[in-house]
């Protein structure tokens, strides 16, 4: 089964997510930042404004509560586990 492609803003969000105590918790995370990295590293600049934009990260390049909630549910529907800390 082939993996779809990740779009530029959902990565540059993941991005931001990792660099958080819980992004960095999570497992596997880094890897699949890391897979798309070469296609999508050189929207970065762009995709943190379209997500800016779109409200998913504030303007110095923070995630609002709608992004960490966006963020949250991506990282379940990658499989890696529970993002949150909560049950």
Avoid: I
């Amino acid at each position: 089964m082939t993996r779809a492609k990740m779009n530029a803003v959902t990565w540059a969000a993941l991005d931001v997510y990792a660099g958080t105590v819980e992004g960095a918790a999570v497992a596997g995370l880094g890897e699949v930042l890391k897979r798309e990295a070469p296609r999508l590293g050189r929207l970065k600049n762009a995709a943190r404004s379209t997500a800016s934009a779109l409200g998913v990260l504030t303007p110095d390049g923070h995630l609002t509560a709608q992004g960490l909630a966006a963020v949250r549910a991506h990282v379940e529907r990658l499989g890696l586990g529970s993002a949150g800390g909560e049950s």
